[in-house]
């Protein structure tokens, strides 16, 4: 399996990328193709004292870079010869399996769109992190802000591109699909949450997903659902608050288990315990987000990732390689589309 790593995507490369991605070469069977400039590749390669490339890595080289203030939606076109770029370029060529980065979501977004294309029939890819509840490896949510405003004929196919992924990837026989609404009644929302719910209601009714309802934001943490479908905008919120919240909870609650001296034996006495909670909350244990409705995997890597999170989005890549995911969407894109309206004469 090869998986192609853009070196200059993210605040820390190409450094913490080129480690990342040795890590991973060392420790799983997979070839790496690390793509940005060869001259920083390599110099990186000696402040990491590496005095050769491990022979599962390989250079390929691009001499432009994405930035951040570059327009994501032109991006990959205003510069052809850009680790991004040519990365996923490779991708859609078929000489790698997978693509992980960390450079502009917007503009990853894009190119994976314009160069490697969509699987036929899904109207819009989405992003889909996973959130560390507990049961069965996490709740996958869908979408977090690649598509701020949709349509039901959207959160339809997220929906089935989340169960997909969760089957998959996650081997979850039937994930359990929950709508994020404001209440559990179906006619709580919007028009646009009624009509999403009548679709997948009516989708769990012919066995297509798993539907359980409506879900409401304070439950999602308890596991209640594997896939959680909402709007990006929605999402998105969602997520930060999530996150926001976890980075609170984690600085009081280390504040107060340094406040005396029976506070810190009350930490020295729980740290295995506190140290599995602070993996299980550790984004960087994940590594990313998968682009979901891609031809082929790609995986997002947080723009601030260092090397250790690089080395688990290169793990994400080879398990979404390795899955089905694409195969399945095709084989059920018909029921995953609303009927094309007649134009009246």
Request: glycine fraction near 10%.
């Amino acid at each position: 399996m090869k998986i192609v790593v853009d070196a200059m995507g993210g605040d820390n490369a190409p450094l913490e990328i080129v480690k990342g991605a040795v890590m991973a070469a060392r420790e799983f069977p997979v070839d790496i193709i690390l793509v940005g400039r060869g001259e920083d590749i390599l110099r990186s390669l000696q402040e990491l004292g590496e005095g050769d490339l491990p022979a599962n890595v390989e250079i390929a080289n691009a001499s432009q870079v994405i930035e951040m203030e570059d327009d994501p939606a032109t991006a990959t076109k205003a510069k052809p010869d850009s680790s991004m770029t040519v990365g996923l370029r490779l991708l859609k060529d078929g000489k790698a399996d997978a693509m992980v980065s960390a450079g502009s979501t917007g503009a990853l977004l894009s190119g994976a769109t314009l160069v490697v294309k969509r699987v036929k029939g899904v109207r819009r890819a989405c992003l889909a992190p996973i959130l560390p509840t507990p049961g069965n490896g996490g709740t996958l949510m869908v979408d977090v802000g690649a598509n701020a405003e949709c349509t039901p004929e959207y959160l339809l196919q997220f929906a089935f591109l989340g169960s997909f992924f969760m089957k998959s990837v996650r081997h979850l026989e039937a994930p359990r699909v929950g709508l994020l609404n404001i209440g559990a009644e179906e006619t709580k929302g919007s028009e646009l949450y009624k009509e999403a719910h009548r679709l997948l209601k009516d989708a769990g009714a012919q066995g297509r997903i798993n539907f359980i309802g409506n879900v409401e934001a304070r439950d999602v943490m308890d596991g209640v659902c594997d896939v959680l479908v909402s709007d990006g905008f929605a999402g998105n919120i969602f997520l930060k608050s999530v996150e926001g919240m976890g980075l609170y909870f984690m600085r009081e609650l280390k504040g107060m288990l340094k406040k005396g001296a029976l506070s810190k034996l009350a930490a020295l006495i729980l740290k295995k315990d506190l140290m599995a909670l602070k993996k299980q909350l550790n984004s960087e244990e994940v590594g990313g987000t998968a682009l979901l409705g891609i031809q082929k995997p790609v995986i997002k890597a947080h723009g601030s990732s260092k090397a250790y999170a690089i080395r688990s989005a290169v793990r994400q890549a080879m398990e979404a390689a390795e899955s089905p995911m694409a195969e399945e969407i095709a084989a059920n894109i018909e029921y995953m589309k609303l009927p094309e309206k007649e134009e009246t004469p």
